[in-house]
């Protein structure tokens, strides 16, 4: 099974204010859902509260320290190790935070989607620094703002390099 980490973070590595993105990129959120349907998701509960209902078309799976959570249309785990003990044998995990768990499988993902904002902006969380030398760009696409979109981003796809 390919882990991979999906995430859109600005200038600075700025995820997330007040549980919510910085920015309003409508194309980032089509590249997100191209991106993960038909895949396994992985979020905290705190990510879950902030979308507030269950992906389409994807497996919800919310990692929580409640046991007796429940959530329609998600399946509720202790931890990343059952999570990934569930999931053993799908084609690919998506990995979509919160900050701790990037914290917890950067190490160990296989690739890294990347929606780089241009800008800094103003929040509260960050994405873990890590060793971009170990991955190797695999892709990625820029675009200009436009009368949706008000920020430049680039789509970026970074593969762990095999040494």
Known sequence: MKLSIIVAMDDNQLIGKNNALPWYLPADLAYFKKTTIGKAVLMGRKTYDSIGRPLSNRRNIIVSRN????????????????????????????????VSFYEQMIDK??????????????????????????????????????????????????QKSIH
């Open 109 to 158: 993902v296989d690739r890294i989607y990347i929606t780089e904002v241009n800008g800094k902006f103003d929040g509260d969380t960050y994405f873990p620094e890590f060793d971009r030398t170990k991955f190797s760009e695999l892709s990625r696409e820029s675009h200009q703002p436009d009368e949706k979109n008000l920020h430049a981003h680039n789509f970026v796809i970074l």
């Open 67 to 98: 046991t007796k959570l429940k959530v329609d249309g998600c399946e509720v785990v202790g931890s990343i190790n059952v999570a990934l003990n569930l999931v053993n044998g799908a084609n690919e995990l998506m990995i979509m935070g919160g």
